[in-house]
């Protein structure tokens, strides 16, 4: 399975979604973006939200326009996604986070950490 981000297109322009893991609260947030033309519109940044949504305003072609990214709940790899622009619904997809593997530090650390406290405490 190749994972890709989703891409819907909007007036002609490519509408694209990313994830991936922060370090903030050891590898277990994610931030969500939304990209318009490569230009980013919009991060969650690592909200600690099982489920959620975000909003921005941006500008095209001279109007005024505002976007926003809801998520539900992420698997061990992604989280569904949904963006609407101005109301409309422009995308409906799984995004996957690129470094999902980072969120297994904290249970390699812990396990690690119990191995070594068992060997030494004998």
Known sequence: MTMHSPQADWNGS???VT??????????TASIDVFFHDKCLLKTGGQLKLTGSHSTQFEHAGVNHEVTLTWGHAGLRSFPVEVD????RVLKSRVFTRNWPLSFLPWVAAVTGFIVYSAFRQ
Do not use: A, M, Y
């Open 14 to 16: 490519k509408i694209t």
């Open 19 to 28: 994830s991936s893991l922060l370090p903030k609260i050891l590898w277990q």
């Open 85 to 88: 622009i101005d109301g409309k």
